[in-house]
């Protein structure tokens, strides 16, 4: 069955201390992987798409990494602006239709503290 | 400034009541997208439309209903066979294509009175 994810299902961290995030996914067909950024009561800003293993993107502290099962996103000295839930995505081709399915995973919440 | 507006932010259903929530994109996609977000769960898939006039079920259509009657416009209709309808409501766009990325819209929350 295809599935998406995410760990840590919430994550807090103080200002300036590194860490990551997972996204792991069990999907055959995979045409990309997408990271979302979402703040409360609001719709999800795009962040990064990734297409093939082996592959990395970067925006400011955010870094965003592909292998064949799973994502990472880096975060590099968080600050506070970039608590957020973080949400990731995968798409693949659709076996029956033409549509191409995007199947999203439950997101990470993220906490940075001053 | 080319995007996705959802109308309204907030809306209030009384029990057997149809409402419409409104989603229009000036970014020229062909595709569009309804989703639901409840507390802890994925986005779920309602409705997507990959042309004009032209819509498919997702994997929760039940108690919903959608036209797309211009390229513009992917309008959601809430009705009353939808039981529970309290949620957050996401409209997105995209090029058609492998790999292209979805755009979202501000969201609209639908409370039930």
């Known amino acids: 069955e295809d599935q998406v994810t995410q760990s840590p299902e919430a994550l807090r961290l103080q200002e300036g201390e590194s860490s990551s995030l997972n996204c792991s996914y069990t999907?055959?067909?995979?045409?990309?992987l997408f990271w979302y950024r979402q703040d409360p009561g609001k719709g999800p800003e795009f962040l990064f798409t990734?297409?093939?293993a082996g592959e990395e993107k970067e925006k400011e502290r955010l870094k965003a990494t592909l292998t064949k099962k799973e994502s990472f996103l880096h975060i590099t000295a968080p600050k506070p602006e970039d608590s957020a839930t973080y949400l990731c995505?995968?798409?693949?081709?659709?076996?029956?239709?033409?549509?191409?399915?995007?199947?999203f995973g439950p997101g990470t919440s993220l906490s940075v503290i001053p | 400034d080319g995007g996705i507006t959802q109308s309204p932010k907030y809306l209030f259903r009384k029990e057997g009541q149809n409402v419409t929530l409104s989603c229009e994109q000036n970014?020229?996609?062909?595709?569009m997208y309804w989703y639901r977000q409840d507390p802890g769960q994925g986005l779920r898939l309602i409705y997507y439309?990959?042309?004009?006039?032209?819509?498919q079920k997702g994997d929760i259509a039940e108690g919903y209903s959608v036209s797309r009657e211009k390229k513009e416009s992917f309008p959601l209709t809430v009705t009353s066979a939808q039981k529970n309808p309290t949620a957050f409501y996401l409209c997105?766009?995209?090029?058609?294509?492998?790999?292209?990325?979805?755009?979202f819209g501000p969201g609209t929350r639908l409370l039930v009175l």
């Open positions: 997105a766009s995209r090029n058609r294509g492998l790999g292209e990325t979805q755009y």
């Open positions: 999907v055959s067909g995979l045409r990309g």
């Open positions: 990734l297409y093939s």
């Open positions: 995505a995968v798409q693949k081709v659709g076996m029956k239709t033409s549509y191409d399915k995007v199947i």
């Open positions: 970014l020229n996609h062909d595709a």
């Open positions: 439309s990959q042309i004009v006039n032209d819509f």
